[in-house]
């Protein structure tokens, strides 16, 4: 597996609230936090340290029980989270969103999230978005209001209608996908998303190096004015990776 990974503050932002998490070869996932100073970066961070936590539960498991079991870690996640902004007034109202994706090594990729960080599927030169974003603009597009084109320049489009620690319970999304040698996975923040088209980020995942890819993902998106944290996980499969042995 090839893995490549950027996070940069971006252009606007004083300091960088994403979180990322690497446990190769089988859970790579992204947090987004939100909140006041300091809160947001507290709640990524705690949401990836649990997740980190949980990680062993996975090993063996596949179907309908791995996926149980992402469901619940994800409400697990959210508890924590909630639980320690009510503990402590500084963080009160701090959230984050939460991305991710677990190989179990059978040629399958189960991939979860809540809020509006996304995974991506790129495969012989089609990009398909796996997740579903949880917010107000993603529910219009759904519904027919507004077309895509349109949600991307929404002054709405970051408004979320789930996220991790914003209410006491939380339903996150779980998608599994069948993977295959060459296939490239992308994980990002919003901050990637609200700067580059699909048809941007697919141009540049193209690129045969990861790393070359990274950059100029990375690069367009400050270029376009950078007015997020921007963070994101490229992984290119190969054989090897598709077929471990899941621990």
């Given amino acids: 597996m090839s893995v490549a990974t950027r996070t940069h503050k971006g252009r606007i932002r004083s300091s960088n609230e994403d979180s ?6 089988y859970l790579f996932a992204i947090a987004d ?8 970066e507290v709640a990524s961070r705690l949401a990836l340290e649990k997740l ?11 179907g309908f029980t791995l996926v149980s079991k992402l469901y619940q870690v994800m409400r697990d996640i959210n508890a924590e989270v909630y639980e320690k902004a ?7 109202g701090m959230g984050t969103t939460l991305c991710g994706i677990y190989f179990t090594g059978t040629g399958k990729g189960y991939v979860f999230n809540v809020g509006d960080s996304r995974v991506y599927l790129l495969r012989k030169d089609q990009l398909k ?8 603009v993603a529910e219009m597009v759904e519904n027919g209001e507004i077309s895509q084109e349109e949600a991307f320049n929404h002054p709405r489009k970051n408004m979320l209608t789930r996220g991790i620690g914003v209410d006491e319970k939380v339903n996150g999304d779980v998608f599994v996908i069948d993977v295959y040698t060459d296939d490239i996975i992308l994980l990002c923040s919003d901050g990637l998303t609200d700067m580059l088209h699909d048809d941007e980020i697919r141009e540049r995942l193209q690129t045969e190096d990861p790393e070359e890819a990274a950059d100029s993902l990375l690069s367009r998106s400050l270029e376009n004015g950078g007015r997020d944290n921007i963070s994101f996980i490229i992984l290119k499969l190969d054989r090897k990776e598709v077929e471990h042995n899941g621990r």
Avoid: C, V
Wanted: aromatic content about 8%.
């Fill in 129 to 136: 978005q796996i997740t579903r974003d949880h917010s107000l």
């Fill in 86 to 92: 009510r503990s402590d007034a500084s963080l009160e």
């Fill in 52 to 62: 980190k936590a949980e990680k062993e539960d996975f090993y063996g498991k596949s």
């Fill in 20 to 25: 990322l998490l690497l446990e190769r070869p």
């Fill in 33 to 40: 936090g939100m909140g006041g100073y300091n809160a947001g």
